[in-house]
């Protein structure tokens, strides 16, 4: 009976049974039982690990497909596939099947927090600027082909929206070049509060707020609100009461006059002063003001044209 050996086994008992003479020493029965051992034991030696050392595969392994069938061999690694030549632990063992492009999971992955892998994205947190195929013109959203649009600036307060062109609503085609039209600042309140204490109804980058005496105020601005003291200002005070009719009013003057500050040592300020129609400075119910100017580094193009007599 045929025994499984291993190649070390085989070696011995061939080299021990077969002498190498002619002495008549080998029998039909030595021959036989070696052939039988090495026949029955190739399978296992190949599969034992044997060829890990001295006898390892130095040619490509094919299982072939079956011409006639159309079917053929296949590897079956059930305790898995080791890489000796892998450049990251090629001691560890692969046990899990590759499920081919189509079945991976891009969450299982591993190190998708750490680094910057795909510098083909942006990263969510914006430390990288768009580049390669994604890289943009100077402006981030413009017409293509151009150099022109919109773009997003850090400043220390934030992020400032810059835009090279004229906004156009399309509802009535109106067009805005600039946002020097739109007041800077804005204030409606009633002079007459209790205690002498004015009462402010609705306010846009006013600080305060503050009653001299009667029918005289200091309105001080939010600091960065104007690049100076030449900003425009207009007021109005003419109702006697908050709820009057259409036709309950008092002919009453708004001046403002005084300005000072610098938003320096002091924030920017204007006097209120609200004088009825006999000269009488009065406390109204219901005063309005409204600043335009200009703003940190703004301007308003090209210098007006003087002419005078």
């Known amino acids: 009976m045929s025994n499984i050996k291993s190649s070390g086994e085989l070696l011995t008992s061939i080299n021990s049974d077969l002498a190498d003479n002619n002495a008549g020493l080998i029998s039909a029965e030595d021959v036989r039982r070696n052939m039988s051992d090495t026949a029955r034991s190739i399978n296992q030696i190949v599969a034992s690990g044997d060829t890990d050392g001295d006898w390892p595969f130095v040619f490509d392994v094919k299982a072939k497909v079956d011409n006639v069938a159309g079917v053929g061999g296949t590897f079956i690694a059930e305790s898995g596939v080791k890489f000796p030549n892998s450049p990251i632990n090629s001691s560890k063992r692969q046990v899990e099947p590759f499920l081919g492009v189509g079945g991976l999971s891009h969450d299982s992955l591993a190190d998708l927090s750490t680094g910057d892998k795909h510098t083909q994205y942006l990263n969510i947190d914006g430390n990288r600027a768009m580049i390669g195929n994604l890289a943009l013109s100077t402006y981030w959203v413009g017409s293509e082909g151009t150099d022109n649009g919109l773009k997003f600036t850090p400043t220390a307060s934030g992020d400032d929206i810059t835009v090279s062109g004229t906004f156009e609503f399309q509802k009535d085609q109106s067009r805005m070049d600039s946002a020097h039209g739109v007041a800077k600042a804005w204030l409606n309140f009633d002079a007459s509060g209790v205690g002498n204490v004015p009462v402010v109804r609705s306010y846009h980058n006013i600080n305060k707020l503050e009653r001299l005496d009667q029918g005289k105020f200091k309105i001080t601005f939010n600091s960065g609100v104007f690049l100076d003291n030449t900003y425009v200002a207009i007021g109005n005070s003419n109702s006697t009461t908050a709820a009057g009719s259409q036709e309950d009013f008092d002919l009453n003057t708004v001046g403002l006059v005084m300005r000072a500050g610098d ?15 006999n000269g009488e400075y009065v406390d109204g119910e219901v005063n309005d003001f409204v600043a335009y100017g200009y703003g940190a580094g703004s301007t308003s193009g090209t210098t007006p044209t003087i002419v005078g007599l």
């Open 263 to 277: 938003d320096g040592t002091a924030l920017r300020t204007v006097t209120y002063v609200i004088r009825n129609d």
